[in-house]
């Protein structure tokens, strides 16, 4: 079992070990610097090492910490992001690209498992998307034709193979599925083989140019000549934070009480709409099922949305035990596209890669063959696609409107309610709550043995209020998605300082 941004733990991260670290020697300077352990970080780092670079790559907590280990890995080409909306925002040509491209992710992420005898239970699979009423059945339609044009092989299908009823169904060829960490640990090791540097526990916290690009972690600073971001959203404050919406989704592991498992990959298309598959793991096969999406510090008791999703699956599914639950961020482009290419706002020699959606295994995997080509100077299609200094389309902006009107609530409504001290013996050990004692207001969280820890509500990014989630045990910022660990710590980007300590003296069991 690794560790993780979260109190719970995933499929992935509760069968794997900590990464075994082979690099013991390390320097000041290098050719790029990557930051970010997670499948974007790793397989940038790895792409550029072999190109010629010498390459850090830094991690502030272990490889796999973050999304990377709390995905679905669903590896696919038919996009959370309809091709529909990517052809009004982006044109057709763009789909066709953004098509291709997802499907030349999934064959590199196949053609790494062969070249290194990766175990990682990769193997080819169908995607199934259904509709279960008259207006989804009409926007499958026009999914269909969207994704066709795209280049898609796309087919009608009349039923599922699946224990679920639908109106109608579309079947897509050339997708795949796999077990994201022992793939991103066999990356990781190519990477150190060919003398690539790893650290772990080394969080970012300063970024300066001085002609190079100069890095503080800690007490440690390195320098570079080129710097990646491949910490799934950029650290420090950036134009990007307003143009992606942090959201968490639930997803869970479960073993079915016949061997009925389904291989191949389905999407429903209710809002949030769900995602499930199976994988074998160590011997054992179970079905995973994700869904429940909701913006990041909008829903205080989340342990209901593992409760939902739990619902749904016993409904359609004979399950024998439920393994694992876990929840895990993403964030959501405001114009349907991921963000990669230089950092708006920075030097050039900044490059950022996020705003994956639900889809980071594909447009990790495209970010890092992306990078490695501006890096080379290598033309692509997709640089110009992808910018993260492109102009907003008109589709997208109203998307940026309503997200900011939540995150304008939070800058102007501080509905922080005015609970009083005696609040705090109501709280149950493991559960977090934000009070107001004195005209402060504290985030304070007591601890399986009724000690309280309490903190500064505000979030040390951009200072909107910080909320409870009780299925992670973490507070999370509603505004850009930073989330903390109950005493305070980063535990997501784009924070880089902890939630200042406050000092609580009662013990109340
Ligand atoms: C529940 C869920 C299911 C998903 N399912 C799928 C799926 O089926 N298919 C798919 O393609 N995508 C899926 N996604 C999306 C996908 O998992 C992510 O987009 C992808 O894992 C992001 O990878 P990453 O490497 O960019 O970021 P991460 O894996 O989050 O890695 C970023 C790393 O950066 C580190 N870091 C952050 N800040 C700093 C700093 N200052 N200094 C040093 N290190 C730092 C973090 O510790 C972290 O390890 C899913 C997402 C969720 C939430």
Same mark, same amino acid.
């Given at each position: 079992m690794i560790?993780? %941004?979260g109190y719970t733990i995933s499929l992935w991260q509760q069968h794997i070990s900590a990464f075994p670290l082979s690099s013991t020697r390390h320097e000041q300077v290098y050719d790029i610097i990557i930051v970010g352990g997670g499948i974007t970080g790793v397989t940038t780092a790895l792409l550029l090492q072999e190109a010629g670079f010498k390459c850090l790559l830094l991690e502030a907590a272990n490889l796999g910490y973050g999304t990377t280990g709390g995905t679905t890995a669903h590896l696919n080409t038919l996009l959370d992001v309809s091709y529909e909306t990517i052809e009004k925002n982006f044109g057709l040509p763009a789909a066709r690209s953004i098509a291709k491209a997802s499907a030349n992710a999934i064959a590199f992420i196949e053609k790494m498992t062969q070249e290194y005898s990766? %175990? @990682? !239970? &990769?193997?080819?699979a169908d995607a199934y998307q259904y509709a279960q009423n008259k207006e989804q059945d009409e926007a499958l339609d026009r999914e269909a034709t969207a994704a066709t044009n795209a280049g898609l092989d796309v087919s009608r299908v009349a039923t599922l193979p699946l224990p679920i009823s639908c109106i109608s169904a579309i079947q897509v060829k050339g997708q795949a599925k796999f077990s994201p960490l022992p793939y991103l640990y066999e990356l990781a090791k190519a990477f150190e083989n060919i003398g690539g540097v790893i650290l772990e526990n080394t969080r970012v916290t300063k970024i300066e140019h001085k002609g190079k690009v100069e890095i503080t972690a800690g007490e440690q600073t390195f320098t570079g000549r080129k710097l990646v971001l491949a910490t799934h959203i950029p650290p420090g404050i950036n134009l990007l934070h307003l143009r992606c919406i942090p959201y968490r989704s639930y997803a869970l592991a479960a073993r079915l009480a016949q061997n009925d498992y389904p291989q191949d990959l389905y999407y429903d298309m209710e809002e949030p709409f769900h995602y499930i598959r199976s994988q074998e793991v160590d011997g054992q096969q179970y079905l995973i099922v994700g869904g429940e999406d909701h913006k990041t510090g909008h829903h205080e008791n989340t342990t209901l949305c593992f409760r939902q999703l739990e619902a749904w699956v016993h409904k359609h599914f004979k399950v024998e035990e439920i393994t694992q639950r876990w929840s895990s961020q993403f964030y959501e482009p405001v114009d349907g596209l991921p963000y990669i290419g230089q950092l708006p706002g920075e030097e050039e020699d900044v490059y950022v890669a996020t705003g994956f959606s639900g889809n980071g295994m594909i447009y990790g995997t495209i970010a890092a063959l992306l990078l490695r080509d501006m890096l080379l100077g290598v033309p692509n299609e997709l640089e110009m696609i992808l910018d993260p200094n492109r102009l907003k389309p *008109? =589709? !997208? &902006? /109203?998307? &940026? *409107?309503?997200?900011? =009107? %939540?995150?304008?609530?939070? &800058?102007? !409504?501080?509905? *922080?309610? =005015? =609970? /009083?001290?005696?609040?705090l013996a109501d709280l149950a050990p493991g559960e977090g709550r934000v009070i107001t004692y004195e005209s402060e207001k504290m985030a304070v969280y007591k601890d399986e043995t009724g000690?309280?820890?309490?903190?500064?509500?505000? @979030?040390t990014h951009l200072k909107c209020d910080v909320n409870w989630n009780s299925g992670e045990r973490s507070w999370d910022c509603p505004c850009h998605g930073a989330r903390y660990s109950p005493d305070g710590q980063v535990l997501n980007c784009p924070a880089t300082m902890a939630l200042q300590a406050l000092h609580v003296a009662a013990t109340v069991k």
């Open positions: 560790n993780r %941004d990766i %175990d @990682c !239970g &990769f193997n080819t *008109i =589709a !997208g &902006f /109203s998307n &940026f *409107i309503s997200h900011n =009107a %939540d995150v304008a609530m939070q &800058f102007v !409504g501080k509905l *922080i309610p =005015a =609970a /009083s001290l005696h609040l000690e309280l820890h309490s903190v500064s509500p505000v @979030c």
